[in-house]
């Protein structure tokens, strides 16, 4: 079940700043922490961001977190090459007692 | 250093059944709440199941209900998820993942890949 929606892509020129939006509702984002994960091309997931904006150690902290209501957003500062990942964020959701996860947002960089 | 690795997939055919496991180390095991998170090929992310420490308490997404059982053995550091009369929309790479304090799934394993076909 996927019910946090994320734009489809985001690109953007190194150095550059960009954001991806993660909108849910008030069973998911609104009443519970959003976690964000960055998955390399052929890798498994990796935590980058938890309970909306902690960072977990050894993540750059060129990544930041946020939430507001029902949406979140992860920005990234200072945008490199090796950035190009999916991103995806997540949350508990108490209505249907379970992990949701957003549909994900693929970064580029030009 | 925390390692998860995830072993028992394979191809099998519709209806049938496969038994995935994760063993770690470098963490307090039966101490931590453990997930297994999918992909289906091209896809995005899944969350499956949960197990809490002590085993009692489990959780699935609808899809899985009566059909997977998730479980652990905390003496020998291991998770399982335990698939029956599968489907192929269960084909994906399944991944095992602790569950930190925050609810976050803070360490993942590589993954194995399920293939659901006849």
């Known amino acids: 079940q996927t019910v946090l929606t994320q734009p489809p892509s985001v690109s953007g020129a190194p150095r550059q700043r960009v954001t991806i939006s993660c909108s849910g509702s008030?069973?998911?984002?609104?009443?519970?922490?959003v976690n964000w994960y960055q998955q390399l091309p052929g890798k498994a997931p990796k935590l980058l961001i938890y309970?909306?904006?902690l960072l977990p150690s050894g993540v750059s902290d060129r990544f930041s977190g946020s939430e507001s209501g029902t949406s979140a957003s992860l920005a990234i500062s200072g945008l490199q090459s090796e950035d190009e990942a999916d991103y995806y964020c997540?949350?508990?959701?108490?209505?249907?007692?379970?992990?949701?996860f957003g549909t994900g947002t693929k970064v580029t960089v030009l | 250093e925390v390692q998860l690795v995830e072993s028992g997939g394979g191809l099998v055919q519709p209806g049938g059944s496969l038994r995935l496991s994760c063993v770690v180390s470098?963490?307090?095991?039966?101490?931590?709440?453990m997930s297994w998170v999918r992909q289906a090929p091209g896809k995005g992310l899944e969350w499956v199941a949960t197990?809490?420490?002590?085993?009692?308490?489990?959780y699935y997404v609808d899809s899985v209900k009566g059909r997977f059982t998730i479980s652990r053995d905390n003496a020998n550091n291991s998770l399982y998820l335990q698939m029956n009369n599968l489907r192929a929309e269960d084909t994906a790479i399944y991944y095992c993942?602790?569950?930190?304090?925050?609810?976050?799934?803070?360490?993942w394993g590589q993954g194995t890949l399920v293939t659901v076909s006849s």
């Open positions: 997540a949350a508990w959701d108490d209505s249907l007692n379970g992990y949701v």
């Open positions: 470098g963490f307090t095991f039966s101490s931590s709440l």
């Open positions: 309970y909306d904006n």
């Open positions: 008030s069973s998911n984002i609104g009443n519970n922490g």
């Open positions: 993942a602790t569950v930190g304090v925050l609810g976050d799934f803070d360490s």
């Open positions: 197990i809490e420490q002590n085993g009692t308490e489990k």
